[in-house]
């Protein structure tokens, strides 16, 4: 199929791709997120001549060549995307609906796409067009019809969640037996002209002052379309846009009297007016209640998973899990670590590194280590490699492939990164999760991580699949800069490591010799994790990546301690880092170094990198009396009850 996108509303420039249905949906999957709702490119799914308008567009009637598929707007505030969906499958038709910029929960806009079985000529599109909106009730918005109507595409940051909603089965031009059903002023018959309304109610009249009060007059096509919608009212059309045009201290006479007698009143008619107002935010009186029996209907006859109740029943009485205990416990996988102490099965783990620090080489090797020992079954990790050369890429591919290991390349074999969440939800259905790894080397070839919608709806679409048995691992890359602590930070917004359930910070610690030491720092954990663990490898004098890869080797890690029953109070957790600048403490203290802010003073100066925070932090948390439970010394007050002075605890 043929695809168009335009950059902006002036559609001066178009982009064609041949694609598929399923890339489509693929993109209506995983949206671009863009800052503002003008940025949002259109897309139509159809294919363009070279015929400009006099304004030169590209995007006219008469300039669409064949039409691929069809789209649909619905901004009625009403029907869920979900309801509508349900009543495609329904129906059988193959249709994507997504969210639209100006969707919320309790007025819900969004657009339906349906892809032809073949290329249709631009006049069969409207009895298509007339066929979806009668299987959907006759909800769709008029300028669906209009033949070149293009539709942003995509999500704006900030914006209420984007969601998706697809329904499988026929293309809806092989489905016969649909009574084409057409909106108000629009008829069966070509060409399209609407009738012109010559009175209106007084509450019509006043529904339209007000909502034009929504509407912004910057725009000149914004405010052009506003007069040819309110043309069919006649003089009462011409008396609104006047004073519409006037209220924002703008004088456009000599516009509204050179134009107003070109309009003609077709293809649309002023209830476009409320459609365009409502999507700025305004409440249309008329619909925020469904009038329609049949939207009553559907909305009654949707099934309680997709979101129908029944009457006085809350809308969670349908998610208690109570009756499901069973199932849930044959999903769940065993909770064991499969890196070490690392991470765990089941869970979605993310490590960040500077690049070269060695997150690739740590992580296939600890993985490794599980499939030769049994902990993961042999073909059951899929490492998507989206960060190497071609020449990295067939290396690393014949060492996993003698440990079993299944490695996957974007844009080999048809892959495509933009696949990825797809297939997850394939395998979430098709229940192929438990006991499946997957890789993601590295994060941000698959989420924009500067986009905090973005980074929580990529963890969130992996949710599923860690509940069913799977687990997630990715790499990404540590920010550039530190923070005022003088630690290390991963790059991008706090949402992945947040909604994911374990993350860590893998740093260089030092050099020695010919091998590099670095450590994986724990920042988040829901298990008994290691809160570090220190590694070596050999990073000079390698003769190629399996050399490296043999030469990792585990050099220690500062595990959660474990309390006797004879003990009393919490044991104090201690890291590698933690222990170096304990021994400092104890040295300076031995010199009588005693008053806290000159121990402070002394660590920073004999230790590179430890900030005033850290060593402040390593004071307070071994101070006690207890030296069974971790704590290292304890202090007095000087005798003039002015400073602390630290002294060691037995048995030094």
Known sequence: MIVTFFDSLGCATKHEHETSWEAVRGAIDNPTYYPSKKQLPLIKLAEFGQIRSDKGSLKTDDNVVYVWGIEGDYDGGIVQPYQASFILQQAGITASIHTSPSSTETAPRWRVLCPLSEARYPIERKELMGKL??????????????????????????????????????????????????????????????????????????????????ISTDEYNERIAVGQALSCLGDTGLILWEEWLASAGREFANETHSKWDTFTAARTSYQSVF?????????????KKPTDPRLIQWAKSVPAELGGVGPGESGFSKYVTWDIID????????????????ALQGEITVIYAKPMTGKTLLT??????????????????????????????????????????NVVVPNERGFKADQFLKIIEQDVLNDACRGKVIVLDTLKKFCNLMDKASGANFVNSLRPYAQAGGTVIMLGHTNKRKNESGETMHAGTSDVPEDGDCAYILEELKMNGERRHVVFKNFKSRGNHWQEAEYSYKFTDVSGYQERLDSVKFEGSGQKGERSDDKKGDVVNVSILENDIIDCIELAIKQNIIIKKHLINYVKNEMDGVSFLKARQVIDKFTGSDYNVGHRWNYQLSEDNVSKQYFLLPPF
């Not at 037996?177 to 018959?189: E, N, R, V």
């Not at 199932?327 to 690392?342: C, S, T």
């Not at 090797?365 to 990790?381: A, Q, R, V």
């Not at 490699?385 to 591919?397: E, H, P, Q, R």
Request: glycine share 12%; aromatic share 10%; charged share 20%.
């Open 133 to 214: 909106n009668a299987v959907l009730g006759g909800i769709l918005a008029n300028e669906s019809f209009t033949v070149s109507q293009g539709f942003f595409f995509g999500a704006v940051t900030g914006t209420v969640g984007y969601k998706a909603f697809h329904s499988d089965g026929k293309c809806i031009d092989q489905i016969p037996g649909i009574t084409p059903l057409y909106p108000l002023g629009i008829t069966d018959k070509q060409p399209v002209i609407s009738t012109p309304v010559t009175e209106l109610t007084t509450q019509q009249y006043n529904d339209l002052r007000m909502a034009l009060v929504f």
């Open 364 to 405: 296939q090797k600890l993985l490794f280590e599980s499939l030769d020992s049994g902990g993961i079954e042999k073909g059951n990790i899929y490492y998507v490699n989206a960060d190497d050369s071609l020449n990295g890429y067939i290396g690393k591919t014949i060492i996993a492939k003698k440990h079993g290991c």
């Open 327 to 342: 199932q849930l416990k044959k999903r769940a996988v065993d909770e064991k670590f499969i890196m070490g102490n690392l």
């Open 275 to 287: 459609s365009k107002a409502s999507a700025r935010g305004w409440e249309n009186p008329a619909i």
